[in-house]
């Protein structure tokens, strides 16, 4: 039995997860890691390495958000907010943070949240995220925008989730949800939060369009950067050819390259609680919301027949200025209550961001940008290192606060320390 205190969507005791077969993550040792992976001890580093590798659009795109990056610094500030209250002299050699969410038991609390044109960054970069993901045994969601088809996707990991951008046309969202439901995919994640196109005046700073636009700067770009270039573009160009947009909808979209191509990205503002009805009706696997930020749409969602929901701003990507979800998620873990699990993305960076959100009410968290970074500059290797860092701190990080299970977290854990002089405390 869950205690009022046990965050939502785990609510199995410890003595349950413990009887699970539950693949542990497999720490590398780090004589045994790649030499550029070898100086990357946090997921912040990724981001470091990958700045000198992406060309200037690339990551540029990655990297950024809408107009001032307010919400995306919110995302990371918010997290400093909180401080930890520990307890002391409890054994903690039987810790494990597992969880079970949506029917199947995971070996760590967090997943790879979808990024598009991952195989921009990295070579055959969706796969690479899904391999990494089903090796280490926890969940992976591939964005509707992304440059592989998702039956590729589907095959290397049967377990991946599918993340899809629905338009408002019907016909549409029945000819994608079929295509996916073909593909093997249990678990829909709809985004909600892309009414219309953001602000991304980054994107225009840094030279980046879908599709790119052939131009000197592009080239220059891509000539300074040419591990890159040989490594992950012209490969991918030689052995599949031109990449397109393979997945927005039932048929192939635009190339990612083209001077005059437009892509298509539908027409979405007119998308409305029956359209979710309708997919309720009839995508007849798990169905996730994603982008939900408000307590009264968490309940709508969760009345309408969905299986959970994430709190998210889409990375800071979408209405510059929303808050952080960590700000919101407390209140709405609390509306909704343990009949669905609340998980949520954005900002987070360290173990101590996972455990954070947990013990606000998270069920489970999703990571996106240090995940492609680590792919970009790693391949799986890259990003299986990039699970063993978060992993491992969540488990160092559960052991100094006394804890055995994700379980025993809750709000009490935690004092809000903004404005306290914690020097003098």
Known sequence: MSSPDTPRGMERSTTDLESTPVKDIVQTPPAALPRRLRRILALDDFEIAARRHLPRPIFGYVSGAAETNASLRDNRLVFEEFGFVPRVLVDVSRRTQAVELLGRTYAAPFGIAPMGISALSAYRGDLVLARAAGQANIPMMMSGSS??????????????????????????????????????????????????????????????????????????????????????????????????????????????????????????????????????????????????????????????????????????????????????????????GTSIPVMMDGGVRRGSDVLKAIALGAAFVFVGRPFVYAAAIGGEHGVSHAINILSTEISRNMGLLGINSLGELGPERLLRIRGVDVSKS
Request: contains cysteine.
């Open 147 to 336: 440059l592989i088809r998702l039956e590729e996707v589907a095959e290397v990991n049967p377990a991946a989730w599918f993340q899809a951008y629905l338009p408002g046309e019907p016909d549409r969202i029945l000819g994608l949800l079929e295509r996916v439901e073909r593909a093997g995919f249990g678990t829909l994640v709809l985004t909600v939060d892309t009414a219309v196109l953001a602000n991304r005046e980054n994107n225009v700073r840094s030279g980046f369009s879908t599709p790119l636009r052939p131009s000197l700067r592009l080239a220059w770009d891509g000539m300074i950067r040419s591990n890159w270039t040989l490594n992950t573009f012209l490969r991918t160009l030689l052995k599949h050819g031109m990449p397109h947009f393979e997945n927005s909808y039932a048929t192939r979209g635009a190339p990612i390259l083209a001077r005059s191509v437009m892509r298509d990205f539908g027409a979405k503002d007119h998308l409305n609680w029956r359209h979710l009805e309708l997919i309720r009706e009839r995508w007849k696997g798990r169905l996730v919301v994603k982008g939900i930020m408000a307590k009264e749409d968490a309940c709508i969602a969760r009345d309408s027949g969905v299986e959970g929901i994430i709190v998210s701003n889409h990375g800071g990507r979408q209405l510059d200025g929303t808050v952080s979800p960590l700000r919101v998620l407390p209140a709405i873990a609390d509306a909704v």
